[in-house]
């Protein structure tokens, strides 16, 4: 069965701070694929970024970079210099590849960001 | 464009009635998807369309029953539901192919049941 576990339930952070947000996941599939969302205050998920099982290179994206080990089954998300605009729920997610080409979101319980001026 | 688009915003609505939850996508994706979220829960799957066709229901009671009358209109219709079935009902689109493409999301219908 898959599952994702963010065991950070909240963070809390001063403006301009290092935060690290935790993914670890589980599947028997070769093939996956993980998913990082941000859910703000208005409810709608916003994707950020998508990672296939076979490409385990790290990637960075202005402030944002995500740490994908396949050895420990992480999939770890660092905001660097946090800013009040990042506070928002973060979700992990993992969905097996279909025939049909959709996906199915297993999503983890979330991380709550608060960054504080 | 990476709009998806929910109606209503907020519905209030009786053990009763009968209403429906509508979703609209201009992106040209042909898998459409129905989340549930609860209060500080992650989003639920319920179902999943690809071209059209219903691909996935995941055991939702037939109370809900969704319809996807072409591709780009996604609805959820509501009849007789409980209390316990007040939520935020998420809509999503995503492409279709080989592999698993990023799904994007509405911001999403309150529902609640009185």
């Known amino acids: 069965a898959q599952k994702v576990t963010q065991a950070q339930t909240e963070i809390s952070v001063v403006e301009k701070e290092d935060v690290t947000l935790d993914c670890v996941y589980e599947?028997?599939?070769?093939?996956?694929?993980l998913f990082w969302y941000k859910q703000p205050p208005s409810g709608e998920l916003v994707f950020l970024i998508r990672?296939?099982?076979?490409?385990?290179q790290n990637e960075i994206s202005g402030r944002y970079s995500w740490n994908f080990q396949k050895s420990t089954s992480s999939f770890n998300f660092t905001i660097t210099a946090s800013q009040v605009v990042d506070s928002a729920v973060y979700f992990c997610?993992?969905?097996?590849?279909?025939?049909?080409?959709?996906?199915?979101?297993?999503f983890g319980a979330g991380t709550r960001l608060a960054v504080h001026p | 464009d990476t709009e998806v688009t929910q109606t209503p915003k907020h519905l209030v609505m009786g053990m009763t009635n009968k209403k429906s939850l509508k979703c609209e996508q201009h992106?040209?994706?042909?898998?459409m998807y129905w989340y549930k979220q609860k209060a500080k829960k992650p989003p639920e799957l319920m179902f999943v369309y690809s071209y059209e066709k219903l691909s996935i229901n995941e055991s939702v009671p037939s109370r809900f029953s969704p319809e996807c009358p072409n591709s780009s209109l996604l609805n959820l219709h509501l009849h007789a539901l409980q209390p316990e079935d007040s939520a935020l009902y998420l809509c999503a689109s995503s492409q279709t192919g080989a592999g698993s493409t990023e799904a994007f999301f509405g911001q999403g219908t309150r529902l609640t049941v009185v």
């Open positions: 992106m040209g994706h042909r898998a």
């Open positions: 599947t028997r599939d070769t093939t996956y694929y």
């Open positions: 990672r296939n099982s076979f490409d385990e």
């Open positions: 997610a993992l969905s097996e590849a279909f025939s049909g080409g959709y996906n199915k979101l297993i």
